[in-house]
């Protein structure tokens, strides 16, 4: 089975601090994304990387930057935090082939106080 | 306009019941198309890709519309372990394959 483990289930953050959220997943793919859930707007796209130092942004990159320095982590750095950068934030992975779905991490849920 | 649209519902059915949830999709170039389940406080899992020909599994069926950019899924005989919000998700071509979900739909089967 396919592991995405994302390193904190909870974390509190004060506004100004810079914020790393880490993903690792260990089944050799190429392709991870970061995205973001809030409620009624769904999971929205942040940034994503098809390969080791490469990365597209997504729909909403403001305020945020990426690092895939390894194959296997993919970083999403937050480096000023706001409140309303308070949200769940899912990692996911996936092969290098179109039809291949994501696996997700479970999560990290991050409080902006 | 969203890249991709779904109802929100909630869907309110009984046990037993069949139900249909719909997604369009904007981008005529979207590749690959997905649908998955996310329960309360959990990350979506894939539940089934769609395929053009249109495909099952079990009491679910998925259907593509190319043409009308139109994605849909149909759960036979709803279960209350139905209950949970089902994303329709669209992959576009290019590197590193962009995946746009849907807001979800939320479904609630009552016994």
């Known amino acids: 089975d396919v592991k995405v483990t994302q390193s904190s289930r909870y974390l509190v953050k004060r506004t100004g601090e810079k914020v790393f959220l880490e993903c690792v997943q260990d089944m050799d793919h190429e392709n991870m994304f970061w995205y973001r859930q809030d409620p009624g707007l769904g999971l929205r796209l942040i940034y994503f990387?098809?390969?080791?130092?490469?990365?597209e942004k997504g729909d909403i990159p403001e305020g945020y930057s990426v690092s895939r320095e390894k194959k296997e982590r993919f970083s999403l750095i937050l480096e000023s935090a706001s409140t309303n950068q308070t949200s769940m934030y899912l990692c996911?992975?996936?092969?290098?082939?179109?039809?291949?779905?994501?696996?997700f991490g479970n999560g990290t849920r991050l409080t902006v106080t | 306009r969203k890249e991709v649209e779904q109802d929100p519902g909630p869907f309110n059915v009984p046990e037993g019941a069949t139900v249909a949830f719909n997604c369009t999709y904007s981008n005529s170039a979207s590749q690959s198309f997905f649908w998955y389940r996310q329960d309360c406080r959990k990350e979506p899992k894939l539940l089934m890709s769609v395929y053009s020909s249109g495909n099952e599994d079990g009491r679910f069926t998925a259907q593509l519309n190319r043409a009308s950019q139109y994605i849909s899924l149909l759960i036979r005989d709803s279960k209350l372990s139905d209950s949970a919000t089902y994303l329709c998700?669209?992959?576009?071509?290019?590197?590193?394959?962009?995946?746009?979900f849907g807001a979800g739909t939320r479904l609630f089967v009552k016994a």
């Open positions: 996911a992975s996936s092969t290098g082939v179109m039809n291949s779905p994501l696996h």
């Open positions: 998700v669209v992959r576009g071509s290019g590197g590193g394959f962009k995946t746009i």
């Open positions: 990387s098809y390969d080791v130092k490469m990365k």
